[in-house]
């Protein structure tokens, strides 16, 4: 769920090889031509029009060539509110994880009554942050419930944070940080591969 | 490159008030380097030709512990401080350093577009951020079509070193003089040797220009050394006026003014300020330098920023001398410049993310701090005795009410509004 590219541009300037993949088409394409602005960002490797699922059975079909072990790192940033099979897209990125040191990021927003009034009644329809049904509320999900998404799909957590507005946002800055104890809104968690379970060889 | 300026023993007269904020954004190494050229002074005594009250920001006004701010204030050459900031600059990891190019156009660029600069001999120049750094005249600034609200002083200022007969003993003075406009006396890094900043109309500047080194400096030592004098009396200024109602009416406004004086006069001498309440500014023996003139302005653009394009210090905003501030709010804008440059680069963001913040946070604080410098630019220059009335007691009410002085010299070392 790469987008528009504005993550995959910040980790690629930071060090990373990155493969990004969305299932529209237009986007990818407005990504890779952004990305081109800057050398740092010119040799991400975009797949638009491509699910996460297609990835995952690319790598499967190669898995005897090729040396590849596994990504490092996988995020699905506010992805999985706008998913309809969320289990699919779990055991797809499970194959694709490095066992024991992948790590697997994945952001949304928690269904909860205050999450229903600040990220949808407020955000999109009084401050116009965002166009009225960009989230459809009852998509969203609590970190518990993911746990028990990523457990089916043999993955483990390793921790929970929110993620809250150090101010509110009034000139038009929006300060973030992590807080472990407030999840009633955005919150991000991190999983790996479940230790017992070995990816499967077909 | 310029070098280091020979270690003469007569300071250059291009100087700036540099505050201890500002010296921390400059940097230790800046700092260190620069440390024995610099004029430092713990404190500023300000006052007016024609009343007694007196108002003296210390050191302490920035930090009460004694430990921690040891000036108030430090007077740097221009020549020092470029020269340092060179050594800095090759020292760095600069990627390129063009010297002697000419540019002729820019663009802004946005978010889908870098922002670029032509050369004069066409070659081109993309970037990131381009940062307009050039000046009250900036070029980069009128390339990229921002405009520019305020407009010139009908003073301007002259500048040039003197020397003086006693040590200035680490203190500077500003007084405002009958025309209204300051007469500052800066020490430098030389005990015996002060920078003379003198604003005033452009006809008393030149007739003093020229004037011989003698005459000059009977002037100026009559100017800071003379006593504060009566208020002029309200009656005086109306002589030309009829008052019909004559003699009960002057009687009032004479025994209104006698009370006026004594209330100036006691809140004067009962400061509460831990410092003596008045010192004499030392004599000044000769003319040491050139005198250097320069007009006065008060300018803001428009915006900061605009697409990719930044502007910092003086291309985006323009000030009176008087409360020393031009280089402290122009060090202020860069050190928000760089915050938000680095906010950006830690994410691996675009590095122009958010020069948007830069732009709301130093636009607001400069307009503030702007508007108050002029409103008392306007203020010293008018001579109404009523004013005089106002200023005075407002002078005194600011040295006794020692939170409020605190505030000042804080905001002031700061370069923000309060």
């Known amino acids: 769920g790469c987008g528009g590219g504005l993550l995959s541009e910040s980790l690629a300037r ?9 299932p529209s088409i237009q986007l990818v394409q407005q990504a890779k031509t952004h990305a081109q602005l800057d050398p740092k960002t010119t040799s991400i490797d975009y797949r638009g029009g491509y699910t996460v699922e297609q990835l995952a059975q690319e790598h499967q079909n190669h898995q005897l060539s090729s040396s590849f072990e596994g990504y490092d790192v996988i995020c699905l ?65 609590s970190p518990a419930e993911i746990q028990q998404l990523m457990d089916e799909a043999g993955l483990e957590q390793v921790n929970v944070n929110g993620m809250v507005l150090t101010k509110p946002p009034l000139c038009g800055q929006w300060d973030w940080k992590l807080d472990p104890s407030d999840v009633d809104v955005n919150w991000i968690g991190t999983y790996k591969v479940k230790l017992e379970d070995r990816p499967q060889q077909s | 490159p310029p070098s280091q300026p020979p270690a003469e023993r007569v300071p250059n007269p291009r100087s700036y008030a540099l505050s201890p904020q500002s010296l921390k954004i400059l940097g230790e190494s800046v700092h260190s380097t620069l440390d024995d050229r610099l004029g430092y002074y713990d404190s500023m005594q300000v006052w007016q030709a024609n009343s007694p009250s007196t108002l003296t920001f210390t050191s302490r006004d920035l930090d009460a512990d004694p430990e921690k701010s040891t000036y108030l204030g430090a007077c740097c050459e221009d020549q020092a401080l470029v020269a340092t900031l060179w050594e800095e600059i090759q020292a760095a990891e ?29 070659s081109i120049i993309r970037a990131s951020v381009l940062v307009g750094a050039d000046g009250g005249n900036s070029w980069v600034r009128k390339a990229a079509g921002i405009s520019r609200i305020g407009g010139e002083y009908e003073q301007h200022a002259l500048t040039f070193t003197v020397s003086l007969t006693d040590p200035i003993m680490r203190r500077a003075f500003q007084r405002y003089l009958v025309d209204g406009g300051p007469l500052a006396l800066l020490p430098t890094y030389s005990p015996k040797h002060a920078v003379v900043v003198w604003s005033t109309s452009p006809e008393t500047l030149s007739e003093w220009k020229g004037a011989c080194d003698e005459d000059l400096v009977h002037h100026l030592n009559s100017c800071l050394r003379e006593g504060p004098q009566r208020v002029p009396s309200f009656m005086e200024d109306n002589m030309n006026q009829s008052w019909s109602a004559g003699g009960i009416f002057s009687n009032i406004a004479y025994g209104a003014e006698r009370v006026l004086d004594a209330v100036h006069y006691g809140l004067a001498m009962a400061s509460q300020h831990p410092n003596p309440t008045f010192l004499v500014p030392p004599t000044i023996s000769g003319i040491a330098s050139p005198k250097f003139t320069f007009p006065l302005s008060c300018f803001q653009a428009t915006t900061y920023v605009k697409g990719r394009i930044a502007l910092v210090a003086d291309a985006a905003h323009t000030v009176h001398p008087m409360a020393g501030q031009g280089l402290n709010l122009g060090l202020a804008d860069v050190r928000a410049l760089v915050d938000s440059l680095e906010k950006a680069h830690s994410s691996g963001m675009d590095l122009s993310s958010f020069l948007h913040e830069y732009n709301s946070n130093r636009h607001r604080s400069v307009s503030v701090s702007l508007g108050g410098i002029h409103a008392l630019q306007r203020l010293f220059r008018n001579q109404d ?15 006794n009410v020692g939170p409020l002085r605190r505030q000042l010299a804080v905001a002031a070392a700061h370069g923000i509004a309060i």
């Open chain 2, 385 to 399: 005795t009523l004013l005089t009335h106002a200023k005075t007691f407002g002078l005194n009410v600011v040295q």
């Open chain 1, 77 to 141: 940033l506010e992805v999985v509110e706008h998913v309809t099979d969320v289990h699919s897209v779990l055991s797809s990125v499970r194959s694709l994880l490095k066992p024991n040191t992948g790590r697997l990021f994945v952001s949304t927003m928690n269904r909860t009554v205050k999450s229903n009034l600040l990220a949808i009644v407020g955000a999109e329809y009084i401050m116009g942050y965002l166009p009225p049904g960009t989230h459809d509320w009852n998509q969203f999900r």
């Open chain 2, 94 to 122: 600069v990627t390129e350093c063009l010297t002697d190019t000419r540019l002729k156009s820019v663009k802004c660029g946005d978010s889908t577009m870098l922002a670029s600069a032509q050369t004069e001999d066409g």
């Open chain 1, 14 to 22: 930071l060090g990373a090889t990155v493969t990004a993949v969305d």
